[in-house]
C-alpha cells in the first residue's frame, strides 16, 4: 500500500518508529549487560519492535510496549 502512496504512516514517522523501537530495547539490553554481565533478550526483539515502529509509526510505540506488560502484570 505504501508504494501505492496509500500509508497510513508517512515516511518520516515509519523510519523514526523503526529506529526508535530497536533502539529503545537494544539500549534495555546495553544497560541490563553491563550491570548483569549477561544477555537478557535475543535480537529478535529489537528488530520486532523496529519492525512495528515501521508499521504504525513511533507515536504508539510506548503503548505496544506498555500494554503487553501491563497484560502480564496484572495476570500474575
Known sequence: M???G???VS???AVIGAMAGYLSLWSVYQIFRLITGKEGMGF???KLLA???AWLG???LPLVILLP???VLSAE
Open 58 to 60: 513511533w507515536q504508539p
Open 69 to 71: 506488560l501491563s497484560l
Open 11 to 13: 515516511l518520516e514517522s
Open 44 to 46: 529478535g526483539d529489537f
Open 6 to 8: 496509500y500509508s497510513p
Open 2 to 4: 505504501a508504494l501505492l
Open 51 to 53: 519492525a512495528l515502529g
